[in-house]
C-alpha cells in the first residue's frame, strides 16, 4: 500500500461569518500528483495555503504522516520546511541576487551548511536551465526565470511535499510550457508529491494522478485524472471543462 503522506479531513475555514471551505477531504500519497480545478473563487488558493499553515480553519484536521498536525504557529514553522509552496507572484527578494535568495531559509531556518547547500542549489540552477545566473538580480529575469528560482528555492529546502498554485498564471505564453516541463520532471524523475492548481488543462490532464474538482468552497467531485478529462462524474465538471476549450 502506498503511503499516505497528507490526509485532510472534515475541514472547515471561514473567514468571519462567512463559511469558504466546506468539509473538505481527500489524501495525498507519497509520489501522488492531485491537482485542484475548479471555477475563480472557489477556495483553490485558500486551500492549498490552509495546507502551508498560512491559514488557520476553525474545525477538521489535518494529518501529516499520519499524525493530526498541531496548528500552531510554531509548529507550522517548522512543518513549512516539508511543504514547498510557489506563487503566482514569485515572491523573491528583489534585494537579493538568486543564489542569495536560494540559501536564505536552508542556511538562517534549516542551519544547513552554506557551502553544501550552495552546490545543491547551482545543481537545481543548471537542471532548471539557470546555470550562470546565481549572481543575477530578479530584476534582471524574465517572468519565467524568476519563477524558475522561485521553484529552486522551495527545492532546496529539501521538501516532501509541493504546493503549486497557478505558477504559470502570470507568464507570457512562452515561457509557460518551460515551467510546466519542470513540474513535470519533479513528478516522473523525482516522483515529487505535488498539489497543483492550474488552469491549463492539457498540463492538468498530463500530469494529474487524481483530480479534486471544488465549487463554492465543496469538493464537488474526486476523481483519477485519466478518467475526469474524459468523462466527469459531475455535470458542473463538464460544463467547466467544455468552458475551458478542452
Ligand atoms: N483574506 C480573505 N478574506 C475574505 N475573503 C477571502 C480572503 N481570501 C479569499 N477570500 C474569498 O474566498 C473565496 C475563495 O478564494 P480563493 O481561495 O482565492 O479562490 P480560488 O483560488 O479558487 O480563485 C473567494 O470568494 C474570495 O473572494
Ligand atoms: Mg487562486
Sequence with gaps: ????????????????????????????????????????????????????????????????????????????????QKIGMVFQSYDLFPNLSVMENILLAPVKVQKRNEADVKKEAEELLRRVGLEGYANSYPRELSGGQKQRVAIVRALAMNPEIMLFDEITASLDPEMVRGVQEIVEDLSK???????????????????????LFLEDGKILEDTPGNEFFKNPKTQRAREFLDSMDF
Design 189 to 211: 524523475h523525482d516522483h515529487m508529491t505535488m498539489i497543483i492548481v492550474t488552469h491549463q488543462m492539457n498540463f492538468a490532464a498530463k500530469i494529474a494522478d487524481e483530480v
Design 1 to 80: 500500500m502506498t503511503e499516505e503522506v497528507l490526509k485532510v479531513e472534515n475541514l472547515n475555514k471561514f473567514y468571519g461569518d462567512w463559511q469558504v471551505l466546506h468539509g473538505i477531504n481527500f489524501d495525498l500519497k507519497k509520489g501522488e500528483v492531485v491537482t485542484l480545478l475548479g471555477p475563480s473563487g472557489s477556495g483553490k488558493s485558500t486551500l492549498l495555503r490552509t495546507l502551508n499553515g498560512l491559514e488557520d480553519y476553525q474545525s477538521g484536521a489535518i494529518y501529516f504522516h499520519g499524525k493530526k498536525i498541531d496548528p500552531s504557529p510554531k509548529n507550522w514553522q517548522l512543518l513549512r
